[in-house]
């Protein structure tokens, strides 16, 4: 049978339609899901897109993470459920206590669009065994809060369990912390970066397709399982 | 009421005195104060284009022959079938006034504002792009501006969730005191989705939906619009809107979601003017009448008068006119969306706009006395007086570098001149990739995107305009930012199919302005039929100068094209190294304002480029065939700054370098603004079959050399490496900005 990605769509999600794309594509079957709903229809996996939820209005993702949705999302991401979040969807993951630290205001204070080079930390997560350890890939970065910060001690500790899923290579866009792109859980079901592996699966319409890496990794590891 | 015309503040709300007296005629008294105020910005400048529809019927009386207009001039945004049931609609409008008082809100309500036209013909809007002119890139209030307009057209848009796949970004000292906003918006839609804005049906209702209505934006259209510029300027900035993104958001996913089940007859988006205009524009179309209560207008601050609540331009807020039965729907999907929506009033059979306040009839008037039968003027027009003097001042006598050394040196300059140097700053600032489809944006030529996913059918998209053409000669200038778009739209492979423009002059009161402006449309109306592809909308922007000097004239023209496959698309840099590099068209001594001259000697005068129309066709049928047989790697457009500046933009996109060889004088093969021109590259193997397409169209070739090695070389002249033309090419723009 096939798996089932779903997506979420919140008020001010933008690239909801992308990420379901991306899921298809890499053979999927693609689920729309409502924020207002408690309910994920048996999905097997869940994406949280990129976008300005609720306009981004109090602080990016906060709102968000208080949406119907999310209390099934935390659920099941505790019972081992893939769970990506995409840019906002991952300032939503950090709001909503799944992974630790927060994005806040690009260092340089503009919005920044560019293709960025990413190096994969971490190959043995849900969203990243297609990879090796160590590979480069080519994935847009587009947010205007984007820098990753945290404690020192968090860092730390991120670094010291493998748990930096992805880092910024040949330029940090936006200031983040020792360059970090991305974090995992413990477990390796929940990953969090702010670039947009939905934006580079066809080299027509990105600057490349690594960025399928991602969803097809989630696929092979229902197989697996 | 009030007593005597004296007494009636119509002055003051930019009505002029036999103006009035028509409005008292039509209604056979006096109008209340509610009646003044709609009629005051219907009747601007803006909302009426009582100046420009006498030139503007060109337009439609010179339109070639076409089949791919769906709907054309006159409606929110014209509608072109591009094949496999898909239309698309696009439309540039100016927010230029607006941007000044207040950058960043004035350029993001710009986009907003566009969008919503879009959105309201039934399209799902899918791009956007902006053209965007200020003063001196070192002007004192240049940083405060490009920064502000460029944030907001970013903020907005990016919010929006739509990619910005290009446009323009140019300064000129003319342009300091009335920067030019101007943002274009691409939707698509089925066939069978085009909607109307039209009230039809007696006893349907009128539902606002969308944002509160408060005081921001009152009577933007007439008191920043449709005026010169002041010293008083700053205090107008309660008369910019204010936008969020957000809200426009939701009301556009809550509006395609009304249209795909079929929950509304009639739609409109409320822009300038506000509810005056949406009202009155639906009701007129569709030959009916209407019964409005203000009393049920949410709003932001309950203390606001009717005169207030009817001209406020608040932003994100549609009308919809909707079936008795299908209300509780529309009012169940809006609420899905959190969209607040509001039946106002209904469709009536009185052929009479009619507004209720407080149980009172304020407003009783002839809906197309507001939308459609407004003021006409045919002002008075004449050949500026310095016009010849400016024409014989030729760039002639102009030092021309001569040794390889110097040609270097103004090839650098160029390419680090603020007109020509990467535009990077700005469109790194913009979101390109938000829904999937963009195949080319900056620094390609045009912007090229796929329209839906279950179809390889995408448009080409370019919007370019040249105001120092237009002020030596609108005729031609408006015809040269035709063709410039027209061939940018072509070297992406695609097919121009439609026009729109935004045409950005002074004072129509200034016969010397007027002059420019009859000129520019005329050139562009014939240009339009030459090449063969109509115009389906636009905007005029007039009044745009400080004290009594007006901007360099200032058309801006969009081109779209269709392209079957955009898999067969064609990049502008190069793509590999070892290509063959080859000139398609003539090049001439075309110096006259020039980049070139502007640049190195501060010079402005002479005669633009003579615009070459059928060259340019043929070109564009020589590139699409090289595209469609896969022909040709790159190709890249001719225009400002000339040969030099396309093939260091071509190089540097990619890393990969050029060598070539010129015939004749190595200066005007440089730098000469000739039209009709591009640069393609090859593989070996396809040159003769090439060759053979483009002897076929009758254009001229010159094989130049080949791609490939890390630096700029023109044998016999100069070496240039490709990481110093990338730092002079990069770092302007961050230099001054930052």
């Not at chain 2, 053209?131 to 001196?136: A, H, K, N, P, V």
């Not at chain 2, 562009?524 to 039929?529: E, F, S």
């Not at chain 2, 990049?571 to 290509?579: C, I, K, L, Q, W």
Request: overall charge negative; proline content about 5%.
């Amino acid at each position: 049978m096939t798996a089932r990605i779903g997506v979420i769509t919140f008020p001010g999600s933008l690239d909801d339609r992308d990420a379901l794309r991306a899921a298809r594509l890499a053979g999927a079957e693609p689920v729309s899901l409502w924020h207002g709903d408690h309910d994920l229809r048996g999905v097997d996996a869940v994406v949280l897109p990129g976008g300005f939820s609720y306009g981004d209005y109090l602080r990016a993702g906060a709102i968000a993470s208080f949406a119907p949705i999310m209390a099934e999302v935390v659920a099941a991401a505790g019972a081992g459920l893939p769970v990506l979040g995409i840019c906002n969807g991952f300032q939503v993951l950090c709001e909503a206590g799944l992974l630790p630290g927060a994005l806040i205001r690009n260092a340089g204070l503009h919005f920044v669009c560019r293709d960025q080079r990413l190096r994969v930390e971490s190959a043995d997560t849900a969203w990243t065994s297609e990879y090796a350890a160590g590979a480069e890939i080519v994935v847009p970065v587009k947010n205007g809060e984007g820098r990753y910060v945290a404690d020192e001690s968090t860092l730390d500790q991120l670094e010291a369990t493998g748990r930096v899923a992805f880092r910024y290579v040949g330029g940090n866009p936006n200031g983040a912390l020792r360059d970090i792109a991305g974090i995992r859980n413990e477990a390796g079901n929940v990953v969090g970066l702010m670039p947009h592996p939905e934006h580079a699966i066809d080299p027509l319409t990105g600057p490349s397709a690594d960025g399928l890496g991602m969803f097809v990794s989630v696929l092979k590891s229902f197989a697996a399982a | 009421m009030n007593d005597g015309m004296s007494e009636q503040p119509y002055a003051e709300l930019g009505l002029k005195d036999d103006e009035y007296a028509r409005i008292c005629t039509i209604l056979g008294r006096k109008p209340s104060d509610t009646e003044l105020a709609m009629y005051s910005v219907m009747w601007s400048e803006h909302c009426s284009y009582k100046s420009s529809k006498v030139h503007l019927r060109q337009f439609g009386d010179k339109a070639p022959e076409t089949d791919v207009l769906l709907v054309g001039m006159g409606e929110n945004a014209g509608v072109v079938d591009v094949g496999d049931g898909l239309a698309v609609t696009f439309k540039v409008e100016s927010h230029n006034h607006p941007s000044y008082v207040e950058p960043y809100q004035g350029a993001a309500t710009g986009v907003g504002g566009i969008v919503r036209d879009i959105l309201t013909m039934g399209a799902r809007p899918i791009a956007v792009m902006d053209s965007l002119r200020f003063g001196e890139i070192d002007h004192p209030d240049s940083r405060r501006l490009v920064g502000g307009v460029v944030a907001g057209v970013g903020g907005y848009g990016n919010c929006l969730g739509l990619p910005n796949i290009g446009g323009e970004v140019v300064f000129d000292p003319s342009y300091a005191g009335n920067p030019l906003v101007n943002a274009l918006c691409l939707g698509v839609m089925r066939h069978e989705q085009i909607q109307l804005a039209r009230a039809e049906g007696v006893g349907n209702k009128v539902v606002l939906l969308g944002a509160k209505t408060g005081r921001d934006g009152i009577g933007g259209v007439s008191v920043l619009a449709s005026a010169t510029f002041d010293e008083e300027s700053p205090s107008k900035r309660p008369s910019v809107q204010v936008g969020d993104p957000f809200t426009e958001k939701v009301v556009i996913e809550c509006c395609l979601e009304l249209f795909e089940r079929g929950l509304v007859t009639g739609i409109q988006d409320l822009g300038g003017a506000g509810l005056s205009c949406a009202t009155s524009e639906t009701a007129s179309h569709g030959g009916s009448g209407m019964l409005v209560d203000l009393d049920l207008v949410p709003l932001r601050e309950p203390s606001m008068t009717p005169v207030e609540v009817i001209t406020s331009e608040s932003q994100e807020r549609m009308l919809a006119i909707v079936r008795p039965g299908d209300v509780d729907d529309v009012l169940g999907v809006c609420t899905r969306w959190g969209v607040l929506a509001t039946v106002i009033g209904e469709v009536t059979d009185t052929r009479r706009l009619q507004v209720r306040w407080h149980g009172e009839i304020v407003v009783d008037v002839p809906p197309a006395s507001l939308a459609d039968e407004g003021p006409v003027y045919d002002r008075p027009f004449a050949r500026p007086a310095d016009q010849d003097a400016l024409q014989a001042d030729t760039s002639a006598a102009l030092a021309r570098p001569k040794t390889g050394a110097e040609l270097a040196e103004t090839l650098l300059r160029l390419a680090g001149s603020p007109n020509l140097a990467s535009r990077k700053w700005v469109t790194e600032q913009y979101d390109r990739y938000v829904l999937g489809g963009t195949v080319l944006a900056m620094p390609h030529d045009s912007g090229v995107v796929r329209l839906v996913d279950d179809s390889d059918r995408g448009v080409a998209l370019s919007l370019d305009g040249n105001g120092r053409y237009a002020r030596l000669d609108p005729y031609a200038g408006a015809q040269l930012a035709l063709a410039e778009a027209y061939r940018n739209v072509s070297v992406s492979g695609a097919r121009p199919l439609a026009v729109t423009n935004c045409l950005n002059f002074g004072s129509p009161e200034d016969p010397d302005v007027m002059w420019q402006f009859a000129e520019a449309t005329r050139g562009l109306a014939d240009g339009c039929r030459d090449l063969g592809v109509p115009v389906t909308g636009g905007n005029v922007s007039f009044y745009n100068q400080t004290g009594a000097t007006a901007i360099l004239p200032t058309p801006v023209v969009g081109v779209l094209g269709v392209l079957d496959d955009v898999n067969l698309r064609v990049p502008s840099g190069f793509v590999r190294a070892g290509d063959v590099v080859m000139l398609l068209g003539e090049t001439y001594d075309e110096f006259d304002g020039s980049e070139w001259a502007w640049v190195t000697h501060g010079h402005l005068g002479g005669r633009p480029p003579l615009p070459r129309l059928p060259a340019e066709r043929q070109l564009s049928n020589v590139l699409q065939t090289a595209a469609d047989e896969r022909l040709i790697s790159c190709a890249h457009d001719l225009s400002d700054g000339g040969l030099g500046q396309t093939l260091v933009e071509a190089a540097l996109v990619s890393g990969i370098g050029v060598s070539v060889t010129l015939d004749g004088d190595p200066f005007v093969a440089l730098f000469s603004e000739s039209a009709a021109r591009a640069v393609v590259t090859c593989a070996d193997a396809d040159v003769d079959r090439l060759l053979e397409i483009v002897a076929d169209h009758d254009v001229a070739v010159t094989r130049l050399g080949r791609t490939g090695g890390d630096a700029f070389v023109v044998t016999g002249e100069f070496a240039l490496p490709l990481d110093t033309l990338r730092e002079t090419h990069e770092s302007t723009l961050p230099r001054h900005l930052s």
